[in-house]
């Protein structure tokens, strides 16, 4: 099943962001295969980091969880919500015949 993880930050975590981004980085890629797709939301600057989008394979919402809790950006206490949602990949899906 596949899991969204839609993560929003803390109000002035960007600094605390930058600084862990490359753990968080290394951290995703270990995920391998698991890892659908990832990547940041923004202000409307579209360059301003405020959140994250990840998009997980997992047997279940607590492996999910657990996926999530070992971002290091959970673990440096970046975001102030973390909502685990199941998510069914239905338009234009790789994993579909055409």
Known sequence: MLYALICTDKPNSLPLRKANRPDHLAYLESLGETLVFAGPFTEPDGATMNGSLIVVEADSL????????????ARAGIFATVDIRPWLWTINNPDEEE
């Open 62 to 73: 607590e492996a999910a969880r657990t996926i999530g809790a070992g971002d290091p950006f």
